[in-house]
């Protein structure tokens, strides 16, 4: 069982969010082929090293394309995260991008629940 993140885990993580939700949305949709991509949540591991990032895609039909062009471009994320956090952190933590799939499970409940 993983244990509660600390304090600083969460202002990290809420930092992060907040941050790289900023960068994408500033790339616009037309970076990503016209789909919404929404940093729905940051968790950082205990040394503040590594970063799992959730992203929500809509519409979901683009989620494969959009997940590689993040992979693809995961380099350059990090790079531009670094410099508006660059005085906040010593590291930048290294961003692994997981596809958040509440919205869709959410989805499915609900067309199950109108059958």
């Given at each position: 069982m993983e244990k509660p993140a600390s304090t600083r885990q969460l202002k990290v993580?809420?930092?992060?969010?907040k941050d790289l939700a900023?960068?994408?949305r500033a790339k616009g949709m037309g970076a990503f082929g016209g789909a919404l991509v929404t940093v729905s949540e940051v968790r950082v591991s205990p040394d503040l090293s590594v970063a799992k990032v959730f992203v929500s895609i809509f519409p979901s039909e683009k989620q494969g394309p959009v997940?590689?062009?993040?992979?693809?471009?995961?380099?350059a994320l990090r790079g531009e995260l670094g410099h508006v956090v660059a005085k906040q952190f010593r590291i930048?933590?290294?961003l692994n991008f997981?596809?958040?799939?509440?919205?869709?499970?959410?989805?499915?409940?609900?067309?199950?629940?109108?059958?």
């Open positions: 993580a809420r930092e992060i969010q900023e960068i994408i997940m590689q062009l993040l992979e693809e471009n995961n380099k930048v933590p290294e997981l596809l958040d799939t509440s919205l869709d499970y959410a989805e499915h409940i609900e067309e199950l629940l109108k059958k």
